[in-house]
């Protein structure tokens, strides 16, 4: 039982860690694509809704599920320079 407790209390403290994650990583993201774009359109095109997505589950709340798309997001932007 404290173990379950102890797991709560810590989703619960880090929910706002996550907050702020998210908007750094559409901001790397944005800069990533301003700067030297994926020459690959099938790429881009994936960035960029993976990019969308991500904006949406963080205005939803659902900010674990962003980090994650935009981590994906981020992986095909690094993989691709």
Same mark, same amino acid.
């Given at each position: ?5 102890a797991?709560?209390? %810590?989703a !619960?403290? &880090?929910? /706002? ?6 908007? *750094?990583?559409m901001a #790397?993201?944005d %800069?990533l !694509?301003? &700067?030297? /774009? ?6 881009? *095109?994936?960035?960029? #809704?993976?990019r %969308?997505?991500g ?12 980090v994650?798309?935009?981590?994906? %997001? ?8």
């Amino acid at each position: 039982m404290r173990r379950l407790v102890a797991f709560l209390a %810590a989703a !619960l403290l &880090s929910a /706002p860690l996550w907050a702020a994650h998210c908007p *750094a990583d559409m901001a #790397k993201i944005d %800069a990533l !694509l301003q &700067s030297n /774009p994926p020459s690959d359109p099938a790429v881009l *095109a994936q960035v960029q #809704k993976l990019r %969308a997505e991500g904006e949406e589950l963080h205005n939803s709340g659902n900010h674990g599920q962003s980090v994650e798309v935009l981590g994906e %997001a981020l992986k095909l932007l690094e993989a691709k320079h």
